[in-house]
C-alpha cells in the first residue's frame, strides 16, 4: 500500500534547529512541505530561524526547548500538541563544540554527564515524550536521530562524546525493533565533520585528518546531509528501519 504524499498537515520536529545542521535540516523540511517545529535552547536563534524560514515560505514554528530538562521536554510535546497531527522527529540537538581535546582518562565526570545527558539521554527523552503523539498520528511516523562518524572512526581525544554518539546508535537499533509494528521507522545517519559554527572550535589537524581521510575531500558542508535526512522522512524509506548512515563523502566505509 502506498503511502500519502507528504503535505503540509505532517508535523517534523527538529531539535537543536537554530543553528548548522538542524537549520539545514529544517529548512529542507520547510522546503519539502512539512510543518516544522524548530526547538531550539537558544532563544535567539531559534526566532532567528523562525523567521528565515517563513521568509521563504515555509510553515516554521519555534518553541523554547532544553533536551536535557525533562519539563522542557513536556513543553516541547504540549507545543506540538497545540499545531495538530506530529509525524516525524529528528533528533539533532547535541553538545559538540569545544568538547574534544582530553584523552578519556584526564576527563571529569561533570564533563562525562553533561554530554550523555544531552547528546544520549535527550534523543531518549524527546522519543519517549513524543512518541504518543507519532502513535496518535495514524499513519506512518519518522525517529531520524542524529550520530557521528566519530562514533564509527573512533577519533582520539572525544571518548565523552563518541559514547555518547554510540549509545544513539544502539538507541536507535532498540527503538527500531520495539516500533517496527507501530508503523513508525527509526534510523540514524552519522555525518563527518561538518563546517558549521558548532566544529568552528575544533583544531586544524582534525580538520586536516578528514581531509586526507575522504574519498570525497573537499569540507562536508550542512547541505550536504539533508537528502539523506528528506529520504529517511519520506514515503520511499518506509522499509529502512534501524539502520545507520554515514554521510561523510566516504571518510569511513562500512
Given at each position: 500500500?502506498?503511502?500519502?504524499?507528504?503535505?503540509?498537515?505532517?508535523?517534523?520536529?527538529?531539535?537543536?534547529?537554530?543553528?548548522?545542521?538542524?537549520?539545514?535540516?529544517?529548512?529542507?523540511?520547510?522546503?519539502?512541505?512539512?510543518?516544522?517545529?524548530?526547538?531550539?535552547?537558544?532563544?535567539?536563534?531559534?526566532?532567528?530561524?523562525?523567521?528565515?524560514?517563513?521568509?521563504?515560505?515555509?510553515?516554521?514554528?519555534?518553541?523554547?526547548?532544553?533536551?536535557?530538562?525533562?519539563?522542557?521536554?513536556?513543553?516541547?510535546?504540549?507545543?506540538?500538541?497545540?499545531?495538530?497531527?506530529?509525524?516525524?522527529?529528528?533528533?539533532?540537538?547535541?553538545?559538540?563544540?569545544?568538547?574534544?581535546?582530553?584523552?578519556?582518562?584526564?576527563?571529569?565526570?561533570?564533563?562525562?554527564?553533561?554530554?550523555?545527558?544531552?547528546?544520549?539521554?535527550?534523543?531518549?527523552?524527546?522519543?519517549?515524550?513524543?512518541?504518543?503523539?507519532?502513535?496518535?498520528?495514524?499513519?506512518?511516523?519518522?525517529?531520524?536521530?542524529?550520530?557521528?562518524?566519530?562514533?564509527?572512526?573512533?577519533?582520539?581525544?572525544?571518548?565523552?562524546?563518541?559514547?555518547?554518539?554510540?549509545?544513539?546508535?544502539?538507541?536507535?537499533?532498540?527503538?527500531?525493533?520495539?516500533?517496527?509494528?507501530?508503523?513508525?521507522?527509526?534510523?540514524?545517519?552519522?555525518?563527518?565533520?561538518?563546517?558549521?559554527?558548532?566544529?568552528?572550535?575544533?583544531?586544524?589537524?582534525?580538520?586536516?585528518?578528514y581531509r586526507a581521510?575522504?574519498?570525497?575531500?573537499?569540507?562536508?558542508?550542512?547541505?550536504?546531509?539533508?537528502?539523506?535526512?528528506?529520504?529517511?522522512?519520506?514515503?520511499?524509506?518506509?522499509?529502512?528501519?534501524?539502520?545507520?548512515i554515514a554521510v561523510?563523502?566516504?571518510?569511513?566505509?562500512?
Open positions: 500500500m502506498t503511502e500519502q504524499r507528504t503535505s503540509g498537515d505532517r508535523t517534523v520536529v527538529v531539535t537543536g534547529a537554530g543553528r548548522g545542521l538542524g537549520l539545514a535540516m529544517a529548512r529542507r523540511a520547510g522546503r519539502d512541505g512539512y510543518r516544522v517545529v524548530l526547538a531550539e535552547v537558544d532563544a535567539d536563534r531559534g526566532r532567528a530561524a523562525q523567521a528565515r524560514l517563513r521568509a521563504a515560505g515555509g510553515d516554521a514554528h519555534f518553541t523554547h526547548c532544553d533536551v536535557a530538562d525533562p519539563a522542557s521536554v513536556r513543553q516541547l510535546a504540549d507545543f506540538c500538541a497545540s499545531l495538530g497531527p506530529l509525524y516525524a522527529v529528528v533528533n539533532n540537538a547535541a553538545l559538540a563544540n569545544g568538547v574534544g581535546g582530553k584523552e578519556f582518562w584526564d576527563l571529569d565526570v561533570a564533563d562525562w554527564d553533561r554530554l550523555m545527558t544531552v547528546n544520549a539521554r535527550g534523543p531518549w527523552l524527546v522519543s519517549k515524550l513524543l512518541l504518543p503523539q507519532l502513535l496518535a498520528h495514524g499513519g506512518p511516523g519518522r525517529i531520524v536521530n542524529l550520530a557521528s562518524d566519530a562514533a564509527l572512526y573512533g577519533s582520539p581525544r572525544l571518548a565523552h562524546y563518541i559514547a555518547s554518539k554510540g549509545a544513539v546508535i544502539a538507541l536507535t537499533r532498540a527503538m527500531a525493533r520495539e516500533l517496527g509494528d507501530k508503523s513508525i521507522t527509526v534510523n540514524a545517519v552519522a555525518p563527518g565533520l561538518t563546517e558549521c559554527e558548532a566544529t568552528a572550535t575544533v583544531p586544524a589537524e582534525r580538520h586536516d585528518l581521510g575522504r574519498a570525497i575531500s573537499r569540507p562536508q558542508q550542512p547541505d550536504d546531509l539533508t537528502g539523506t535526512v528528506a529520504f529517511l522522512l519520506g514515503e520511499e524509506s518506509r522499509y529502512l528501519t534501524g539502520q545507520v561523510n563523502g566516504g571518510f569511513t566505509m562500512h
